[in-house]
């Protein structure tokens, strides 16, 4: 009788390679607001209010890259580079009966990331990982718009500069193909405390009574492929 045919493994190539990635998820943040006298009332005395609890959620576009290196059997470690649109959005409203509505709207736009992961393979075609690194976001201005029986107006109430930040995460990726693989990962972002500049339209002498500062965190979940 013949002998049966050998059983023809499935090739999984090395995890060492450059790539491309595109994906998408969820994200939801959380600001911290503190409000504190400014240089104007120092010589007459001093406070400190904070705010916490104000935050958003909303989808999250991220394109990236980078480069895994496989430098053991199991282990795999690599640098990364992404870029998250976000449209994660905050609206405090208030309203006065039929005379008056109030919106303050504010949202998180985009966030770039510069870091590392290691990981370690579960199967050869499945690594486990966690990663780290700095990250830069920044915010939309806040607005404030206004409606009441003769019109409306609005303006904007704050704005903010870049802030910077670092992030932790971790994920698991699945090789579909030598070259392609998809990945689910979540990630917590933490910004710096960063000054805020109130009323820039309308009346930035404000600021020299208050300073505003304001500390946000992000937690993403994602898919993508690489």
Not at 157 to 168: C, E, K, P
Request: aromatic share 10%.
């Amino acid at each position: 009788p013949s002998e049966p045919e050998p059983i023809e493994e499935v090739s999984v190539g090395s995890w060492t390679q450059c790539y491309l990635s595109i994906g998408g998820g969820y994200a939801f943040t959380n600001e911290e607001l503190t409000l504190s006298n400014g240089p104007a009332i120092v010589p007459f005395g001093s406070f400190n209010v904070g705010f916490d609890g104000f935050g958003g959620e909303g989808g999250a576009l991220t394109i990236g890259g980078g480069y895994d290196y496989q430098f053991a059997p199991k282990f795999v470690a690599g640098l990364l580079i992404d870029y998250t649109m976000h449209g994660a959005d905050t609206d405090l409203d208030l309203n006065v009966g039929n005379l008056l509505t109030a919106n303050v709207g504010f949202g998180l736009d985009n966030e770039l990331s510069v870091g590392g992961r290691l990981g370690y393979l579960v199967t050869p075609q499945t690594l486990i990982y966690g990663s780290a690194g700095y990250s830069r976001i920044e915010l939309d201005d806040a607005r404030l718009s206004v409606n009441f029986g003769l019109g409306s107006f609005g303006t904007r109430v704050a704005s903010s500069g870049a802030i910077d930040g670092f992030f932790l995460g971790a994920g698991i990726e699945t090789k579909i193909t030598d070259n392609i693989s998809l990945k689910l990962d979540y990630r917590y972002t933490n910004g710096d405390s960063e000054q805020i500049t109130l009323l820039p339209d309308a009346l930035p002498e404000a600021n020299d009574f208050v300073r505003a500062e304001i500390d946000p965190d992000i937690q993403t979940v994602r898919m993508s492929l690489d």
